[in-house]
């Protein structure tokens, strides 16, 4: 429970340092694009419908920086469980996005960093697509990582389609994701069913997760079976 406390307190004294400084920058253009940054905490860290932290607390944060050409660079990190020897993640990503004809569209390549980790990073390349439908807004993606030592020699591909919807006259955004993985794990799919809403400078959501696979911890606990996702952050 202190640890809990500690990290709440360091968490909301890191957003309002972030808060001064990235406020600052955004006012002005660094290299023909501004930065941003973002902070936020939750229950557990779920990536693609599996916990990555032991159904734990995760502090996260990202710094970003971004062209007016579309280009966009920056960095992503949360705490996690054990893997390989560390105990963060930190991604690591470049791309560029735009808009054709109503589409919007991203493509970029992401590193998977974990300092002090031993013979675990790996890359990926990603890319999607979105419409906007009215009503709501679409958009479908795939993410390929390569085969490496790393990975056990082992690719992997991942395909989703999420969908976006704000509630009329309210400030409440429902979203929805289905997702197929295959590779580091057989034919996975993972969903999930939430709700944001931005109050006095943070947002907060609440996202319901799940799979169809089971992935056990040394323990026995499940890792990858359904939750409720709370998460309260802000951006800058």
């Given at each position: 429970?202190?640890?809990?406390?500690?990290?709440?307190?360091?968490?909301?004294?890191?957003?309002?340092?972030?808060?001064?400084?990235?406020?600052?920058?955004?006012?002005?253009?660094?290299f023909?694009?501004?930065?941003?940054?973002?902070?936020?905490m939750?229950?557990?860290?779920?990536?693609?419908?599996?916990?990555?932290?032991?159904?734990?607390?995760?502090?996260?944060?990202?710094?970003?920086w971004?062209?007016?050409?579309?280009?966009?660079?920056?960095?992503?990190?949360?705490?996690?469980?054990?893997?390989?020897?560390?105990?963060?993640e930190?991604?690591?990503?470049?791309?560029?996005?735009?808009?054709?004809?109503?589409?919007?569209?991203?493509?970029?390549?992401?590193?998977?960093?974990?300092?002090?980790?031993?013979?675990?990073?790996?890359?990926?390349?990603?890319?999607?697509?979105?419409?906007?439908l009215?009503?709501?807004?679409?958009?479908?993606?795939?993410?390929?990582?390569?085969?490496?030592?790393?990975?056990?020699?082992?690719?992997?591909?991942?395909?989703?389609?999420?969908?976006?919807?704000?509630?009329?006259?309210?400030?409440?955004?429902?979203?929805?994701?289905?997702?197929?993985?295959?590779?580091?794990?057989?034919?996975?799919?993972?969903?999930?069913?939430?709700?944001?809403?931005?109050?006095?400078?943070?947002?907060?959501?609440?996202?319901?997760?799940?799979?169809?696979i089971?992935?056990?911890?040394?323990?026995?606990?499940?890792?990858?079976?359904?939750?409720?996702?709370?998460?309260?952050?802000?951006?800058?």
């Amino acid at each position: 429970m202190k640890k809990l406390k500690l990290m709440l307190i360091t968490s909301v004294a890191c957003s309002a340092m972030m808060t001064n400084i990235f406020t600052a920058q955004a006012e002005e253009e660094a290299f023909g694009g501004t930065f941003s940054a973002s902070v936020a905490m939750m229950n557990d860290y779920r990536f693609r419908g599996v916990s990555l932290n032991n159904e734990g607390f995760a502090l996260q944060g990202s710094l970003d920086w971004s062209h007016d050409s579309g280009f966009y660079v920056g960095t992503w990190a949360t705490n996690i469980s054990d893997f390989g020897g560390s105990s963060i993640e930190q991604d690591i990503y470049a791309g560029y996005s735009g808009e054709v004809k109503g589409f919007t569209f991203d493509v970029g390549g992401l590193l998977y960093h974990y300092p002090g980790g031993s013979n675990v990073d790996y890359f990926e390349l990603y890319g999607s697509v979105g419409v906007d439908l009215g009503v709501a807004s679409a958009t479908v993606g795939m993410a390929y990582d390569f085969s490496s030592e790393n990975t056990g020699h082992q690719d992997n591909i991942y395909i989703y389609t999420d969908l976006e919807a704000a509630i009329p006259d309210t400030p409440i955004t429902l979203t929805a994701r289905l997702g197929y993985e295959d590779g580091f794990f057989d034919n996975k799919l993972d969903w999930s069913f939430g709700a944001s809403v931005a109050y006095k400078g943070l947002d907060f959501a609440v996202t319901y997760i799940d799979t169809d696979i089971a992935v056990n911890d040394f323990s026995g606990n499940d890792l990858a079976d359904a939750t409720v996702v709370f998460s309260v952050g802000a951006s800058f």
